[in-house]
């Protein structure tokens, strides 16, 4: 006998997204996948599933991902749990256009993609690929013009979501204490200090870019404090006396 065999609907494969992906877990892979990474637009994928599709998938990538480090564990037929493993790097396939970096994906595959020890220069380059999510949701609050959250491009650096607010008040900021706040993945703060300085090229150190849910701090000046505590203190007798005269005294 002669025996056709036609796929009419080819089965979803599952796939485990773990490490510095911005919404990591399990996702279920078709051959039409369409997503959204925030504040980007619709991406049609068609066709066997790639890594690049799972990836958006799941929201793109974090800051301190290392597209140098993605690893591709696939496991090998049999009873014992025995995985193959194999090293890509994501960053030749986004900028030098090295697609054997983007495999077609098999049911049960876990892609992990790793953590960089520190944030480099191309962060930048990498927050304008299709990898990353394009707005990021940040508070600036304190003395600038217009206080609240803001939604900024991805990886926007700290000075200009302070001018993206208005900018610092004249004289009622303190110009030399920024503070960023962050909140980790653990829930635990870091709290860090900066300078504005307009001629200071985006680094860490003086001008850093900024991730998700951050909140930007733009502390007073000290003439500022002294006309709120003065202000405090002649509220309940300011028919009687001023600030200027209580200041003189």
């Known amino acids: ?30 051959n039409s996948e369409e997503s959204i990474l925030d504040g980007g637009p619709q991406i049609t994928n068609n066709g066997l599933p790639t890594i690049v599709d799972a990836i958006q998938k799941a929201g793109g990538i974090t800051q301190n991902a290392n597209l140098k480090k993605v690893t591709l564990l696939r496991r090998l037929p049999g009873k014992k749990k025995i995985y193959k493993k194999v090293e890509l790097d ?15 994906l098999f049911n049960g595959d876990i892609i992990n993609v790793g953590k960089a020890s520190k944030i480099s220069l191309n962060t930048m380059k990498i927050a304008q690929a299709n990898l990353s999510p394009k707005t990021i949701n940040v508070r600036v609050i304190g003395q600038v013009k217009t206080p609240g959250n803001l939604k900024l491009r991805a990886n926007t650096p700290l000075l200009q979501a302070i001018y993206s607010a208005g900018g610092p008040l004249a ?6 204490h920024i503070s960023l706040i962050r909140v980790n993945s653990n829930g635990t703060m870091i709290k860090k200090k900066f300078k504005i300085n307009l001629n200071k090229a985006d680094s860490l150190q003086n001008n850093p870019p900024l991730k998700d849910r951050d909140i930007v701090y733009v502390t007073s000046s000290n003439l500022n404090k002294i006309s709120i505590g003065l202000g405090a203190i002649t509220e309940p007798i300011s028919p009687v006396i001023t600030g200027l005269s209580l200041f003189k005294l």
């Open 90 to 104: 994501l960053f030749d396939l986004i900028f030098k256009g090295d697609h054997d970096q983007n495999l077609f």
């Open 1 to 30: 006998p002669e025996l056709h065999l036609i796929i009419k609907v080819p089965r979803p494969i599952r796939v485990s997204l773990i490490g510095e992906i911005d919404r990591p877990g399990m996702y279920s892979l078709t």
């Open 171 to 176: 004289w009622k900021s303190n110009k030399n």
